[in-house]
């Protein structure tokens, strides 16, 4: 069976979304998760001393979603656990999102607002893709695949 999937192209599997050929790095929302971290960790150097806890809270959310999504890949036989750590995963990206919203209301000096606005655009972008392929792995469970 082919399947095309948006975040890793064609592949072939009993499941429809899995070959034993593909590696987590080939899944997009996995490298965009990666990509982002420099970004976040400039933006938590910015944070007021003070302020270590919402630093803390915002680069371990963010250190979570591509180890959420490399854990539940490591599980790929099983889709109901792939698809809990996808979820965890998202939970993370909601939460980094929240952490950045709450940056932009406090407007702690020194901060780049601009990149916390782009930070939120892109988290809110790895939220919906991992969304996405959520659903995917849903549908194909209902459909038997």
């Known amino acids: 069976m082919q399947v095309e999937r948006s975040d890793i192209g064609p592949r072939t599997s009993d499941f429809g979304w899995y070959t034993g050929i593909m590696d987590v790095t080939e ?31 915002l680069c371990n959310s963010a250190k979570a979603i591509s180890a959420q999504i490399a ?25 980094t999102i929240t ?9 702690f000096e ?13 988290y809110q972008s790895e939220s919906k893709q991992i969304n996405s392929l959520i659903q995917k792995i849903k549908n194909n469970s209902k459909s038997g695949i």
Request: one cysteine or more; proline letters at 3%.
């Open 27 to 57: 899944l997009r929302i996995y490298g965009d998760a990666m990509k982002l971290l420099p970004q976040v960790y400039t933006l938590a150097k910015q944070l007021p001393k003070s302020e270590f806890e919402l630093r803390s809270q």
């Open 71 to 95: 854990e539940g890949f490591a599980k790929k036989d099983s889709q109901v656990e792939f698809k809990r750590f996808l979820l965890m995963a998202l939970g993370s990206s909601d939460e």
């Open 99 to 107: 952490h950045l919203r709450q940056i932009q209301i406090l407007k």
């Open 110 to 122: 020194g901060v780049d607002l601009k990149l916390c606005g782009s930070l939120v655009e892109e």
